[in-house]
Structures are given as structure tokens and as C-alpha cells.
């Protein structure tokens, strides 16, 4: 049952949240993996239009998915979203084991599922090299650059515009890092089981992730410094749209 604090402030039970951030994790990854195979298939070897067709399926799907998801959970999709928001108070600590959980889990879910739709074994251990010390601060770069285009936009204009600006900074950043800008541990790791357009070997998964949480760290640290009200809208951002959100029974 909700606790008397998410009852009055309208907030969905953990399960629900996590649920939400679960399956929006498997979306994105089925759109990331999904796309990636057909953008191959059908680029007929051309990897500059594979890759656009890859672009343009995942900054759509953020959209989307941010837009379907953020009323629930606050649409992290992404751990290291997910943990720089606990350390600005906007998630309590003791609920972000299960964020990651769910993260985690529907983003095996989604490249599974994507594999299967194109006839592919569900898991196979990639063999897309992505290293090196260029592949490391490409990965450093899009994470802080996600971070601070989330923590701006959602403080310095309004919640409402985070899902498109997500979406079109990551559409983006596809283009302008050598990483092609995973920016996201749990994307890392779940493709690093599906030997497709859209893989990367395992050996390159920890440096990755490394990256990404330095990146999502001094992004937040940076963003604290410059717009100081960072503790108070990170509260605001997760709560968005739940705290109008109608009573049980009502109509809006």
C-alpha cells in the first residue's frame, strides 16, 4: 500500500515506478537495438544512413517514452540519471536499488525482444569494438552534456520541455562523438548482448560506464554551481505532473 507521504502527495507506489521505468527502458533499447538492424539491412552497406535511421528511431522514442513515462517514474531510463537525481534529493536513496533494477532488466528485455523481431538469437555476446581513449571522452562529453541539458532545461524553462530537448540533444550527440553516445550504463551493458549494428564488444562495457557516471557526476556538480536551485526543481522535475494528477475517481 502507498505511504501516507505518497498518498497526499499523489505519488505512485515504488512497484508502479519502477514498472514504468522498466518498461520504458525495454522500449528505448528495443528502438536503439530494433533500428540498428534495420537501418543495416536496409542501408545496403552504407553506414552513414544506418546510423541516421538509428539517430532518428532514438531521439523519437525518447520523446515519446519521456512524455508517456515521466508522470510515473520521472522517466530516468538511465542510471546514471537516476543517481545524480538522489544526490539532489529529487529520489530517496532507499528507492534507487529498484530503479536500477528496473532499469536494468527491461533494457535486457528490450534488446531481446528487438533481436527476436528480426529473427535474431536474443542474446549473443557482441563483437563491435568501441575503444580507446576517444571512445571514453565521447562518452564523458554526452553524458555531461545529457545531464546538463536535463537539469537546464527543467530548471531554467520548464519540466515540459525536457522530453524534446532529451530527444534532440541525443539525436545530436548520435553525430558529434566517436561513441555514437550511449550516455546510459544500462544501455552499455544490455548491448553488449546483441552482436548487431547497435553492440559493443564486452570488454569495452566498464570503461563506458565510468565514463558516464564521471560525466553524469560533473555535470550535476557543475549545474549545482551555476543555478543553485538545483535540490528544490530536482524534487520538482520527479513530481511533475503526479501532483496534478486527479484523485481516485475524479475527473480532471
Not at 558529434?176 to 544490455?190: D, E, G, I, L
Amino acid at each position: 500500500m502507498p505511504t501516507d507521504d505518497e498518498s497526499e502527495r499523489g505519488t505512485p507506489i515504488l512497484a508502479r515506478r519502477c514498472a514504468a521505468e522498466g518498461l520504458g527502458t525495454a522500449f528505448l533499447l528495443a528502438a536503439v537495438v530494433g533500428s540498428g538492424i534495420m537501418g543495416e539491412r536496409l542501408a545496403g552497406g552504407n553506414v552513414a544512413v544506418a546510423l541516421l535511421a538509428n539517430t532518428l528511431a532514438t531521439g523519437a522514442a525518447l520523446v515519446a517514452l519521456i512524455l508517456t513515462f515521466g508522470p510515473v517514474s520521472g522517466a530516468h531510463f538511465n542510471p546514471a540519471v537516476t543517481l545524480a537525481v538522489a544526490c539532489e534529493s529529487g529520489l530517496a536513496w532507499t528507492d534507487v536499488p529498484a530503479y536500477l533494477a528496473g532499469q536494468i532488466v527491461g533494457a535486457f528485455a528490450g534488446v531481446g525482444i528487438a533481436d527476436l523481431m528480426f529473427d535474431l538469437p536474443a542474446f549473443s555476446a557482441s563483437q563491435h569494438a568501441r575503444h580507446g581513449p576517444a571512445q571514453l571522452l565521447s562518452e564523458f562529453v554526452a553524458t555531461f552534456g545529457l545531464l546538463t541539458v536535463i537539469w537546464a532545461t527543467s530548471r531554467l524553462r520548464s519540466a515540459t520541455t525536457v522530453p524534446f530537448a532529451v530527444g534532440a540533444y541525443i539525436t545530436a550527440a548520435y553525430w558529434f562523438t566517436a561513441s555514437t553516445s550511449f550516455a546510459n550504463p544500462a544501455v552499455t551493458v544490455a548491448r553488449a548482448a546483441s552482436d548487431t549494428f547497435a553492440g559493443i564488444s564486452p570488454h569495452d562495457v566498464p570503461g563506458f560506464v565510468v565514463a558516464q557516471l564521471l560525466g553524469a557526476g560533473g555535470a550535476t556538480a557543475f549545474m549545482a554551481w551555476l543555478v543553485p536551485s538545483l535540490p528544490r526543481v530536482a524534487r520538482r522535475v520527479i513530481a511533475r505532473g503526479i501532483e496534478r494528477a486527479p484523485a481516485r475517481g475524479g475527473r480532471s
